[in-house]
Nanobody, 122 residues
Framework: QVQLVESGGGLVQPGGSLRLSCAASGSIFSINAMGWYRQAPGKERELVAVVASRGDTNYQDSVKGRFTISRDNAKNTVYLQMNSLKPEDTAVYYC????????????????WGQGTQVTISS
């Protein structure tokens, strides 16, 4: 099986920065995409940023220019550099990946990490 483990969350003041990391491990043949979602209290989970296997990235409008997603294919790790953080960025951030576990099966599975809390407060 595949596991996604996030790290890097915490409490920072508005305008501060955090870098989240998510490492995928287990039975992995290929990773089609990795990304970050977030869920604030009382709100639905929403896409923050995603990077596809070819390197194409997409961002939620509210984080464009502030957040940067990157990927280390050799380490099966995705990062989210978050700058100029705002109180509205407060949420649990979840790593997500679309992973093909075996070449023979050829099926893409969706995996989620356990989430890491990001709190922006003065």
């Amino acid at each position: 099986q595949v596991q996604l483990v996030e790290s890097g969350g915490g409490l920072v003041q508005p305008g501060g920065s955090l870098r989240l990391s998510c490492a995928a491990s287990g039975s992995i043949f290929s990773i089609n995409a990795m990304g970050w979602y977030r869920q604030a209290p009382g709100k639905e989970r929403e896409l923050v940023a995603v990077v596809a296997s070819r390197g194409d990235t997409n961002y939620q409008d509210s984080v464009k220019g502030r957040f940067t997603i990157s990927r280390d294919n050799a380490k099966n790790t995705v990062y989210l550099q978050m700058n100029s953080l705002k109180p509205e960025d407060t949420a649990v951030y979840y790593c997500h990946a679309l992973i093909t576990t075996t070449r023979a099966m050829g099926v893409i599975f969706s995996y989620w990490g356990q989430g890491t809390q990001v709190t922006i407060s003065s």
